[in-house]
């Protein structure tokens, strides 16, 4: 019987360092796993321009990595579509950041959970920091992260992208990440979507990876800044590009909705959180 082919997913730019301890973390656990013989992995990771030799090093330290070369304007989101295309047809698509690493035997759980909901379910996994505080990982309606549990997968609404394996069913039901967004809300989206199309989101039992939160006070809402270079930080695609937040929340909530929060973060713009 052949075994399951497994495409791991990445997007990176300028993050060497990481990239690097990402990977080297990573293929120690697929070649563990490979020695069953049950699962075959390739990796397809894109350079989005990076400037600091990711792509040199990472062919040094990993030939066999597929690295597809862009210049530097797809962003996480986009990144990923490019990624998932150069992939082809696979049995799983695993997405991982590389800023994420992973702990002993998080590939496994992945795939054992899948295997237990017949691989028909988006699988996540949960992110913790170094200090134990959860950071990424599946989340409720109202965007609230998921505790998980020890031993059994719990139903999520949405999730982080982090650490995320989607089936081939699931692929097949609904595609590849949104062509709509540049950078923010595709791995929200992709829940949303996949639960209107019938498929469960399920968090993995236990906590999979670390990866430190990156999110501080974003510029949009910091009072430092000057209102115009505010609001060009909140059109930027790693800002809350308003068009969107309004697609993203009519998805979420509905029009109302959509409409409400609109109002609320040219708000917060316009009345920024000041410095201390």
Known sequence: MNPFSVAILLTVFNRKDKTLACLENLFRQIDSLRTDGRYGFSIFMVDDGCTDGTS??????FPQVNIIKSGGNLYWNQGMRLAWKEAGEQDFY????????????????????SEFLRHKAIVVG?????????????????????????????????FNGNLVLVPKAVY????????????????????????????????????????????????????RYPLRKRYSYLSSPKGRPLKEQFLFDTRLMGFFYAIGHFISVNFKVLFPKKSS
Not at 101 to 109: E, I, K
Not at 195 to 211: E, H, T, Y
Request: aromatic share 6%; proline share 5%.
């Open 56 to 61: 040199e090093a990472v062919r040094e330290a």
């Open 172 to 223: 097949d039901a609904v595609g590849s990440l949104s062509p709509a967004y540049q950078h923010t809300f595709g791995d929200y989206d992709y829940g949303l979507r996949a639960r209107k199309a019938g498929i469960s989101s399920v968090v993995a039992p236990g906590v999979l990876a670390v990866c430190e939160r990156d999110h501080g006070l974003e510029p949009w809402r910091d009072g």
């Open 126 to 158: 949960t992110t913790r920091n170094d200090g134990g505080a959860l950071t990424y990982g599946g989340r409720t309606r109202s965007n609230k992260l998921i505790n998980p549990d020890s031993a059994i997968p719990v139903v999520c609404h949405m």
């Open 94 to 113: 695993l997405w991982i950041n590389d800023d994420t690493l992973l702990l002993d035997g998080a590939v496994a759980t992945l795939l054992e959970t």
